[in-house]
C-alpha cells in the first residue's frame, strides 16, 4: 500500500513530543535558522527591532516582542517539517490530498506582520480607513490579530506533526 489518505485524528501534546524527538539535527538546525529569519523578517519592517531603514510613527507595543519571537518559533518548526531527513524517500504525489498547513501557517506570518506593524505606518490601513481609522479602529484589534496569527501557526503545525508518521513513504 502507498500513501494512506487516513490521517490521525487525534492531537495532544504528546503527539507533538513524539513527532519532534524523531527530528535530526538537520531538522533542528533548519528550525532554529527559518525561525530566526522568520522572525527578522516581520520584525525589521515593522521596526519591532529599530534599525535605520523602517521606522515608526507610534511606539511598539509590549506585546508585539512575544508575537515575533513565538511566531519565529511557530514558523521556523512548522518551516522544518518540509525539510526531508537524509534517510527518508520522497513521498508520492497525492492530487486528492492537499496540505493545506503551508497556507494557514502563511497567513499567520502574514496576519503577525500586521498585528506588530505600527498602525499609522501601514499604508494599507492608511488607504483603507485613514490615520484617525488606523489608530482609533485598527491598533485596538492588532493584539487580536496576533492571537489570531499565532492560532493559524499552531494549528498548521498541528496538522503537520500529527501527520508526520502516519503514513508510510514507501510503498509496500
Not at 519571537?69 to 518551516?79: A, K, Q, V
Not at 493584539?143 to 502516519?166: G, H, V
Request: glycine share 8%.
Amino acid at each position: 500500500m502507498g500513501y494512506c489518505s487516513n490521517m490521525r485524528l487525534t492531537s495532544s501534546f504528546s503527539t507533538w513530543r513524539a513527532a519532534l524527538s524523531t527530528w535530526s539535527a538537520r531538522r533542528w538546525w533548519s528550525a532554529l535558522i527559518f525561525g530566526l529569519g522568520i522572525a527578522v523578517i516581520i520584525a525589521l519592517p515593522t521596526a519591532v527591532i529599530p534599525n535605520p531603514i523602517f521606522g515608526r510613527s507610534i511606539e511598539t507595543t509590549w506585546w508585539s516582542y512575544p508575537t515575533v519571537i513565538i511566531t519565529g518559533i511557530l514558523g521556523g518548526l512548522l518551516m522544518a517539517t518540509y525539510v526531508r531527513e537524509p534517510s527518508e524517500s520522497p513521498k508520492p504525489e497525492d492530487d486528492d490530498e492537499k496540505d493545506s498547513a503551508p497556507r494557514w501557517g502563511t497567513i499567520g506570518g502574514f496576519v503577525s506582520f500586521f498585528a506588530v506593524g505600527c498602525p499609522v505606518c501601514n499604508k494599507l490601513v492608511l488607504i483603507a480607513i485613514g490615520a484617525s481609522g488606523a489608530v482609533t479602529w485598527f491598533a485596538p484589534i492588532q493584539p487580536f490579530l496576533a492571537l489570531a496569527s499565532i492560532a493559524f501557526m499552531l494549528w498548521a503545525l498541528n496538522e503537520r506533526l500529527k501527520n508526520q508518521d502516519s503514513c508510510s513513504l514507501i510503498a509496500q
